[in-house]
């Protein structure tokens, strides 16, 4: 514990040094925060020194060994850096997948040479990494999914199509879901890596509600995938899969707090009076809130302790996600008729608009709220036939 | 703090999850007093093994007597009396009382501790004066009177007044009904002469009162705490009930949705499980979510709490909104999903929905704190 009390103070002076004014504000949209790649550019300077500095430190993914450019932090001390850097509305230096989804995966699946090189790669931002996961057939029954890799001996031959592809056309690399066995359902599918560039590969963006084209249709067309390539064993990457739709749900759930240092009412009711009936809504919005909040820091202490249900992060972003879209929903009705403009400089292009109907993905991102409940109805509660 | 429950308190909860199950089975206890027409709506003995396994004192400081617990640990207890419908003055008692006492004088102590720790005494709070929890408003004098004071007013819906051998009322010594300061809270026995109470049974066959002090005479050392200073003690109490309430309701939400889940996989219609429709499946599955997230949010409450942070009252009332509502949901689902046996008395499934609606109101109900959410937020 006294090391505990050394370590807060320790961290706190070193943010107080490190971490630029700028960089303590709630994140407002994406690119608040630096998502790294070859082609990647910080928006600010203050960005780029922050990143550097917890680069150094290992900070940008705390909790992973150092010798794959983490910070080595146990699980206490990465609680007290994620607390303190709460405190003072501290940005994360880095986001992506390669953070929350892949790199968790290569972690308890990876080799050791595939851990040193993507892991390090991740950790300093260097590579940006997307998911091809979904295809036009297959949404929420994945296991159903047909692109194809042929054996050709020290590679594979890969044809087919993914969609929903998250940032395709800005990622470096895909980590993918092939179907490498025709006859085997779950025990016919490969996870592999490769690079974005190579030949035969191509993506068109898709046009969303919200007015952005974040996502892609990606297509692949007689690509060589090196054998090399493959995290953990032939036809067996529906493991892979599965684990690391577990952290992509606790991090997508991660959002349902919102903005977890203030309360969504005052900040409301700041920019102008709430009628009775709003206000009214808003304080039980914020019971929820918090009371969500507990339940994700009881998630990931249980979790770093091995207790709690192995299905749990499903419950999480269940409920994390239908809150973040009620928040929204809050916030376009605080904002009344200004909350509808979708170009002017002053709702900065729309913004309040267009993250409203961004939300409504986080329910069908990463698994829909309805598969949600039904891996909850079947592995927790062990209803009959679910 | 890590957030979930430490050795020590696993396996207290163990022990606690074991008796009540056994001692405080609702067959045995609620079915019983009830059907009995009992005047307390609970059971001595019961009380008095909620003594010897050290429940009863659990609050109460060891140099006091007691296991010098906190809200954590008394929340594991509570929660298990939730998810058995036991009734016991636990919470009035060794909750509220147990908090106002550990701040009352050498005398006071000495006069009811032992009586506390053993499960020999049942104490009550007599702190609203009206239907809905307003401890804001507080308009029963107390003027002084010779070395003492002099207590004048009414309060209503004291759980446990009539079983009660002291009673702690909050009166005004000074200020107008709505002032913070110039409250003082005392300690009344119950054989005080002038005071009278009326009792009356609840939906849940727990028995309240409305009680009257018509000139009730006390010595000036029937005071707890400081004379005019008595909101911070007040304040502690009502943090106590408030979260104690909550892990209540947890529990109420707890048994009512293992009851239900139950019968979902026992009953057939169609050819098939309930259980295996996906309407009732959702339902139980989001029921299930709310519930987990009222669970943290009032082990978070007690933690806070008992660590003596600024955030505690927050999450107080975070918690107790949070689980009541859940509770609520939980036995409305329940009886739902139970249909047409669900409506009837043999099915223990309505008795949740009854205490629920009791223990939601208890110390402020989910408007109530939701509202006081909105106020420490500062809207
Ligand atoms: C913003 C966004 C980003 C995404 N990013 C990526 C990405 O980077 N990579 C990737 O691979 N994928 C990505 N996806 C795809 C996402 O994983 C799928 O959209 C999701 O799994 C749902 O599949 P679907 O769209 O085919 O819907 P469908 O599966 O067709 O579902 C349609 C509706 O039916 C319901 N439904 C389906 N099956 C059941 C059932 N058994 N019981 C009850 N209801 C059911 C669903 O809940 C939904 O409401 C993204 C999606 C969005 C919206
Ligand atoms: C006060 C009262 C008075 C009544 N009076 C009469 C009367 O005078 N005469 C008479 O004949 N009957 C009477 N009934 C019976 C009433 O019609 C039945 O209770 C009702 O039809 C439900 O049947 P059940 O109770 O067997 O519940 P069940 O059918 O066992 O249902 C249990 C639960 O499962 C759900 N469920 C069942 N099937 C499905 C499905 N396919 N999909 C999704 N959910 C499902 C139900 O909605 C319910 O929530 C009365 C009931 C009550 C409570």
Redesign the interface.
């Known amino acids: 514990m006294a090391d505990l009390e050394t370590f807060r103070n320790e961290t706190r002076s070193w943010l107080e040094a490190n971490c630029p004014e700028e960089m303590r504000q709630p994140v407002h949209d994406e690119d608040d925060v630096y998502w790294g790649g070859r082609n990647a550019s910080f928006k600010s300077e203050a960005q780029k020194q922050w990143f550097e500095a917890c680069v150094e430190k290992g900070y940008t993914v705390p909790a992973w060994p150092k010798e794959y450019g983490g910070g080595g932090l146990t699980a ?1 001390e990465a609680k007290v850096l994620r607390e303190e850097m709460g405190r003072i509305n501290a940005r994360p230096p880095l986001s992506s997948f390669g953070i929350w989804m892949l790199g968790p995966a290569l972690l308890k699946f990876g080799t050791e040479e595939q851990k040193k090189h993507y892991l390090t790669e991740i950790a300093r931002g260097e590579i940006r990494w997307c998911q091809g996961y979904s295809e036009p057939g297959s949404g929420s029954d994945l296991v159903s999914m047909q692109t194809f890799g042929e054996d050709a001996g020290d590679h594979w031959v890969v044809n087919g199509q993914k969609v929903w592809t998250s940032y395709a056309d800005k990622a470096d690399w895909i980590f993918c879901l092939v179907r490498t066995d025709k006859e085997n359902k779950y025990q016919g599918i490969s996870f592999l890596l490769f690079d974005m560039e190579s030949e035969g590969v191509s993506t068109k963006p898709i046009k969303l509600i919200s007015g952005n084209s974040p996502f892609c249709e990606t297509f692949m067309d007689d690509v060589k995938v090196p054998k090399e390539q493959i995290v953990g064993e032939v036809n067996r990457g529906w493991d892979v899969a599965k684990y690391l739709l577990g952290h992509e749900r606790e991090m997508i759930s991660a959002t349902g707090g919102g903005d977890r240092a203030t ?1 969504l ?2 900040a ?2 700041r920019q102008g009076e ?1 009628d009775a009936v709003l ?2 809504e ?3 919005f ?3 809130a ?3 909040t ?2 994700s ?3 990931m ?2 979790l ?2 091995g ?1 709690g249900h192995p299905a ?1 992060p499903n ?1 999480l972003k ?2 994390g996600t239908e809150l973040n879209k009620k928040r929204h929903e809050l916030i376009m009705a605080a904002g009344g008729s200004r909350s509808l403009e979708w170009d002017s400089e002053e709702s900065d292009g729309g913004k309040p608009a267009r993250s409203w109907l961004r939300t409504k993905a986080n329910s069908i991102e990463g698994g829909t709220s ?1 598969i ?3 891996v ?2 079947k592995r ?7 | 703090m890590a957030l979930y429950h430490d050795d020590d308190q696993a396996m207290l909860a163990d022990s606690a999850s074991q008796f009540m199950a056994e001692e405080g089975a609702i067959a045995k206890q609620l079915r019983h007093w009830r059907d009995c027409e009992c005047k307390d709506g609970f059971g001595h003995e019961l009380w008095k093994q909620f003594g010897e396994m050290g429940f009863a004192g659990m609050m109460v400081s060891e140099d006091d007597g007691g296991l010098g617990m906190g809200n954590v640990e008394a929340g594991i207890v509570l929660e298990e009396i939730g998810r058995n419908l036991t009734p016991s003055p636990f919470l009035t008692s060794s909750v509220m009382a147990g908090t106002a006492l550990g701040h009352a004088s050498a005398d006071l102590k000495e006069r009811w501790i032992p009586g506390l720790v053993s499960g020999e005494h049942v104490y009550a709070v007599a702190l609203d004066e009206g239907p809905k929890h307003r401890p804001e408003t507080i308009a029963t004098k107390a003027e002084r009177s010779g070395n003492g004071f002099r207590l004048s007013g009414s309060k209503d819906f004291v759980i446990h007044g009539a079983s009660a051998d002291m009673i702690i009322v909050a009166a005004r010594t000074s200020g107008g009904n709505s002032d913070n300061d110039g409250i003082t809270l005392f300690a009344v026995p119950k054989d005080s002469s002038g005071l009278s109470q009326d009792a009356v049974r609840l939906v849940d066959s727990s028995v309240a009162t409305h009680l009257k002090l018509d000139g009730v005479e006390l010595d000036g050392d029937a005071v707890i705490g400081e004379v005019d200073g008595g909101r911070e003690v007040l304040n502690r109490m009502l943090h106590a009930g408030r979260v104690g309430a909550a892990a209540e309701s947890v529990g109420v939400a707890r048994g009512a949705m293992d009851l239900t889940v139950d019968y979902l996989k026992q009953r057939k219609q169609f050819g098939r499980l309930i259980g295996e429709f996906q309407a009732l499946q959702h339902r139980a599955a989001h029921l299930y979510s709310e519930v987990e997230i009222a669970r943290a949010a009032v082990l978070k409450a007690q933690q806070l709490l008992d660590a003596g942070s600024e955030q505690a009252e927050l999450m107080v009332s975070v918690a107790k909104a949070k689980a009541g509502r859940t509770a609520g949901l939980a036995v409305r689902e329940g009886v739902q999903m139970h249909g047409g046996i669900g409506m009837t008395d043999e099915y223990d499934i309505g008795l949740y929905m009854k205490r629920d609606r009791a223990l939601s109101e208890f110390m402020g109900d989910a408007y109530y704190h939701a509202g006081r959410v909105a106020q420490l937020s500062g809207y």
Do not use: C, H, W
């Open positions: 206490a309360s009412g005052s409301m009711s709430l206000r009214a808003m304080a039980m914020d019971v929820d918090l009371a969500f507990a339940m820091e009881k998630f202490d249980e770093k302790a207790k749990q419950t269940y409920a309805e949600m409940l039904n909850v109805a927790i509660l062990e209803l009959p036939g679910a």
